[in-house]
């Protein structure tokens, strides 16, 4: 598999996709982009793209909530305590993060209410994303 065959996967399951280096998106300002607001499901947009050496970012669809757990800020303790006083997670889609310290995003169908969307918001290396303010 390629990372096109893969965001063109991801895109025409609903999720806005567009390509990063590392973990900022290729669509700059400086190109007339809007970055992650630029995320797409349109597959000839993401035909365009180049992707043969960049990493696939997605915006968190409408649908959905993510937490990013990111453990060289101590969100994997974080996480153990809230689920020591609350309970273990359910079984969600998880999907392992790049880089040395293996960091998590798990992804839930979003509740109903009012949510925040930022770092620290669930705890230390805890990040919840919302669909338009954040990416994965």
Known sequence: MTALTDALELARHGWPVFPLRGKVPLISAEEGGHGHLDGTTDAQQVT???????????????????????????????LATLETEHGCLPPTLTVRTGGHTLGRH???????GPLCNGAGKLGLGLDVKLAGRGYT
């Open 48 to 78: 365009r793209w180049q992707w043969s050496r960049a990493n696939i970012g997605a915006r968190v669809p409408d649908s959905l909530i993510a937490i990013d757990v990111d453990p060289r800020a101590g969100g994997h303790l974080t």
């Open 106 to 112: 798990y992804y839930f169908l979003r509740p109903g």
